[in-house]
């Protein structure tokens, strides 16, 4: 029996028809390969000189992100039915540098997103949002009361360098220095790379609640601010051990890439990332009905007529 109409276009589903976020897979990375739609889905096809497998299958609607590396080209028609999924795609270049693609989100309400507004507008509420992420970040610290940012950003840096001293010694390396962009040493090769992973798993809690990751609370200026924002929660735990230890290793990214994925299941990452967000943002949440027009009073119905008929 040959597939229908409907099913060869594949139609796109309501999000409530798809997984939840936090039941995907963290991620899938391709690298060097062609991915383009098929008949009832989307594949990568890898040429001839590649090892393994010459296709392979994208389950679009079980992963949380596609990570791109280098050398891979993805079709128009891949890319929309990647995002009717609800998948994100995140491109990485050979360090571990990103930029990053949307999909649709999982939810068809913006209350998630205009929580996030009225914390981000208002310095208040900003600022109290940024100590609570700074405390997150640090649950074992002690803390005094009348805590600035200036005060948390020190604390940050101490507990970085320190983190990154300990693993360096544990790993016999001595001067390690951290490089963002140009990096050469495996360490900091690895670490890109890991850092990458974990912008991608925020950038896909962001799509599914369609949040704006420009709207930064403790990170400003930059178009995925809220993605660092996110991701610095977990680094230390996961991507800087991870680095350090894949560093040693012939493939440092094929096994830091692995070594996240573990992190990622173990600690059940997407749904950590889920509970901080909603957690952050959720007493400023309000409940609103779709289509809805702004009134000099408030809200009226979408989808009226407001004119008067002609006389």
């Known amino acids: 029996m040959g597939y229908s109409d409907p099913a060869l276009r594949l139609r796109k589903p309501i999000p409530s ?29 890898y040429d001839d000189q590649s090892p393994g497998p010459a296709e392979i299958d994208i389950p679009a609607g079980s992963i949380a992100a596609l990570i791109l590396g280098p050398g891979t080209s993805v079709t128009a028609p891949a890319v929309a039915t990647l995002a009717r999924a609800g998948c994100a795609i995140v491109y990485t270049g050979e360090e571990g540098m990103v930029a990053y693609g949307q999909a649709t989100p999982l939810t ?19 600022l109290a949002a940024a100590l609570w992420l700074y405390r ?25 360098r320190l983190a990154y001293q300990e693993h360096a010694t544990r790993h016999h390396l001595r001067n390690f220095r951290r490089v963002t962009v140009g990096a050469t040493d495996n360490v900091n090769i690895a670490l890109n790379m890991a850092n990458s992973l974990l912008y991608g798993c925020a950038a896909a809690v962001c799509s599914a609640l369609a949040l704006n990751p420009a709207l930064g609370i403790i990170h400003h200026g930059d178009a995925s601010a809220f993605l660092f924002d996110i991701a610095d929660l977990y680094k230390l735990q996961t991507a800087v051990p991870a680095a350090f230890a ?5 493939d440092p990214k094929t096994h830091v890439r692995r070594a996240m994925r573990r992190h990622f ?3 059940q990452m997407l749904s950590a990332m889920m509970t901080t967000i909603t957690e952050l943002f959720g007493p400023h949440r309000q409940a609103a009905t779709s289509d809805q027009l702004l009134d000099d009073a408030g809200y009226v119905p979408g989808g009226h007529n407001y004119g008067q008929p002609c006389s």
Do not use: M
């Open 265 to 267: 299941r173990d600690q």
């Open 17 to 45: 028809a798809l997984p939840r976020l936090e039941d995907r897979v963290s991620f899938l990375y391709l690298d060097c390969c062609k991915i383009a739609q098929s008949a009832t889905g989307v594949t990568g096809y």
């Open 246 to 250: 894949a560093a040693q290793t012939e």
């Open 108 to 126: 068809a309400s913006g209350e998630w997103a205009q929580a996030q507004a009225r914390v981000w507008a208002n310095p208040q509420t900003r």
């Open 136 to 160: 997150k970040r640090f649950p074992h610290s002690e803390l005094p009361p009348d805590l600035t940012l200036a005060t948390l950003r020190g604390l940050e840096g101490r507990h970085v």
